[in-house]
């Protein structure tokens, strides 16, 4: 790309390119790829020798680098180690000893510089992630198209493909098997990814910092966090938004091992709408000490069932949507079903932000058809957790017209006032006065 003009259009055959060094685009350049077309981030390891019930491979690893990432074992840390190991294409699964590997597993001794394997590479295709990121620059109006893009050793919050400059597109490709994020936009204002099937990443698929007017459309986010970075509280599973402003439309968010879609610290103006959010391991949506949100016609399913460290049952530890200490955020004709809990509105005491102290006001949650049904220990409704961040929190939200489906009418599923209330009670206490109760 380098001899190439700005908006340059390069087109590149079907094949795998294995990319040593980062591709850098110049202005309103186009890399475009066609069916088949790979940039694969890993190298091909063949020097094998047998090490008794283990094979061992010297030279393929890098110096050894100061680690980073929180991961859900933290005694050994494994998520922080980018190079990961594939046969035919399939990953291994790492461990961190030698002792500990054995016919499913892998250990990468950065001291020595070895690669031991469980089992006889012979015949097969083996392979380790080297090369950090396979695109980036801060040249505006690139575009990327008809790409797959895999196997790289990104390191913990940082993108396979990063998007640096302004009016970039990332359209329909796959960007898979990478350990860190598969694409994140950073500091790069008016993204537009769109089409894409960005899955099997190691810690997040999408992320979005200090970016504005994003547009991220039409997405397969699904299955990612496979190095297990920690589920419930860091950056990991489907989308993370941090201080920056998007519209989130019509993807389907599934299956990832973390926060479905996440807008956290500072996010200010974020649209989620008509997205199917579903089997996420922590939350579904969570919107937190931002500002500004609108949660719309999104079908949100069988989410925070499967956390681990930091795992509960309560409404602060997740729900299909949850609205942590942010204001002027509403929640409106979403299906929200076989959730953890159902829609959660949460106070705590977080800080101050870039306008002032973080508090949890004018949330409005409206229209939506909340499932409550199961699992049995699902509740939806308003939570404080230590000291109330404004005396006036509570009456800036409303439950208002929303309808419920509740295994008991006469459950306990609703939480208000540090307590739980039937439905009756919870509309004596002022919410949904003109919602109802369906059967399940």
Same mark, same amino acid.
């Given at each position: 790309?380098?001899?190439?003009?700005?908006?340059?259009?390069?087109?590149?055959?079907?094949?795998?390119?294995?990319?040593?060094?980062?591709?850098?685009?110049?202005?309103?350049?186009?890399?475009?790829?066609?069916?088949?077309?790979?940039?694969?981030?890993?190298?091909?390891?063949?020097?094998?020798?047998?090490?008794?019930?283990?094979?061992?491979?010297?030279?393929?690893?890098?110096?050894?680098?100061?680690?980073?990432?929180?991961?859900?074992?933290?005694?050994?840390?494994?998520?922080?180690?980018?190079?990961?190991?594939?046969?035919?294409?399939?990953?291994?699964?790492?461990?961190?000893?030698?002792?500990?590997?054995?016919?499913?597993?892998?250990?990468?001794?950065?001291?020595?510089?070895?690669?031991?394997?469980?089992?006889?590479?012979?015949?097969?295709?083996?392979?380790?992630?080297?090369?950090?990121?396979?695109?980036?620059?801060?040249?505006?109006?690139?575009?990327?198209?008809?790409?797959?893009?895999?196997?790289?050793?990104?390191?913990?919050?940082?993108?396979?493909?990063?998007?640096?400059?302004?009016?970039?597109?990332?359209?329909?490709?796959?960007?898979?098997?990478?350990?860190?994020?598969?694409?994140?936009?950073?500091?790069?204002?008016?993204?537009?990814?769109?089409?894409?099937?960005?899955?099997?990443?190691?810690?997040?698929?999408?992320?979005?910092?200090?970016?504005?007017?994003?547009?991220?459309?039409?997405?397969?986010?699904?299955?990612?966090?496979?190095?297990?970075?920690?589920?419930?509280?860091?950056?990991?599973?489907?989308?993370?938004?941090?201080?920056?402003?998007?519209?989130?439309?019509?993807?389907?968010?599934?299956?990832?091992?973390?926060?479905?879609?996440?807008?956290?610290?500072?996010?200010?103006?974020?649209?989620?709408?008509?997205?199917?959010?579903?089997?996420?391991?922590?939350? !579904? %949506?969570?919107?937190?000490? =931002?500002? /500004?949100?609108? @949660?719309?016609? +999104?079908? &949100?399913? #069988? $989410?925070?069932?499967?956390?681990?460290?930091?795992?509960?049952?309560?409404?602060?530890?997740?729900? !299909? %949507?949850?609205?942590?200490? =942010?204001? /002027?955020?509403? @929640?409106?004709? +979403?299906? &929200?079903? #076989? $959730?953890?809990?159902?829609?959660?509105?949460?106070?705590?005491?977080?800080?101050?932000?870039?306008? !002032?102290?973080?508090?949890?006001?004018?949330?409005?949650?409206?229209?939506?058809?909340?499932?409550?049904?199961?699992?049995?220990?699902?509740?939806?409704?308003?939570?404080?957790?230590?000291?109330?961040?404004?005396?006036?929190?509570?009456?800036?939200?409303?439950?208002?017209?929303?309808?419920?489906?509740?295994?008991?009418?006469?459950?306990?599923?609703?939480?208000?006032?540090?307590?739980?209330?039937?439905?009756?009670?919870?509309?004596?206490?002022?919410?949904?006065?003109?919602?109802?109760?369906?059967?399940?």
């Amino acid at each position: 790309m380098n001899e190439q003009p700005e908006a340059a259009v390069i087109c590149l055959a079907p094949g795998t390119f294995r990319v040593a060094r980062t591709v850098r685009p110049k202005a309103l350049q186009t890399l475009r790829g066609s069916d088949n077309t790979v940039l694969a981030g890993d190298v091909p390891v063949e020097r094998w020798n047998r090490e008794g019930a283990i094979w061992a491979a010297a030279g393929y690893l890098p110096a050894d680098y100061e680690k980073s990432g929180q991961c859900e074992d933290t005694v050994s840390n494994p998520c922080q180690v980018a190079e990961d190991l594939f046969l035919d294409g399939r990953p291994v699964r790492r461990v961190m000893k030698k002792s500990a590997v054995d016919a499913t597993t892998f250990y990468a001794d950065y001291a020595a510089n070895v690669v031991y394997l469980g089992q006889d590479p012979a015949g097969r295709a083996a392979t380790l992630a080297r090369t950090r990121t396979a695109v980036t620059s801060d040249a505006p109006g690139v575009v990327i198209e008809h790409l797959t893009v895999r196997g790289f050793a990104n390191l913990a919050q940082q993108g396979a493909i990063v998007v640096g400059g302004k009016d970039w597109t990332v359209r329909d490709s796959v960007i898979t098997a990478n350990h860190g994020v598969g694409v994140m936009i950073a500091q790069a204002d008016n993204a537009r990814i769109t089409e894409n099937t960005i899955t099997a990443n190691g810690q997040l698929g999408l992320g979005q910092y200090r970016s504005q007017g994003g547009r991220i459309d039409n997405n397969r986010i699904v299955k990612n966090n496979t190095a297990d970075f920690w589920r419930a509280d860091w950056e990991a599973g489907g989308i993370k938004v941090t201080r920056s402003s998007s519209t989130i439309i019509n993807n389907d968010v599934s299956d990832n091992l973390g926060v479905g879609v996440w807008i956290d610290l500072a996010g200010d103006g974020v649209v989620i709408t008509d997205n199917k959010i579903g089997g996420n391991a922590a939350c !579904g %949506i969570r919107y937190e000490i =931002s500002r /500004d949100g609108r @949660i719309t016609g +999104n079908k &949100v399913t #069988g $989410n925070g069932l499967a956390l681990k460290r930091g795992a509960g049952t309560g409404l602060l530890t997740g729900a !299909g %949507i949850t609205v942590n200490t =942010s204001s /002027d955020v509403t @929640i409106e004709d +979403n299906a &929200v079903g #076989g $959730n953890l809990n159902g829609i959660g509105v949460q106070a705590r005491s977080r800080g101050n932000g870039p306008w !002032g102290k973080y508090v949890l006001e004018k949330v409005v949650v409206k229209g939506n058809v909340i499932d409550l049904s199961a699992p049995t220990t699902s509740t939806t409704g308003y939570v404080e957790s230590g000291a109330p961040t404004r005396e006036s929190d509570r009456g800036g939200v409303r439950f208002q017209d929303n309808r419920y489906i509740l295994d008991d009418a006469d459950a306990h599923k609703f939480n208000f006032n540090g307590g739980t209330l039937d439905f009756k009670g919870w509309q004596n206490a002022g919410n949904d006065t003109a919602g109802a109760v369906l059967p399940a």
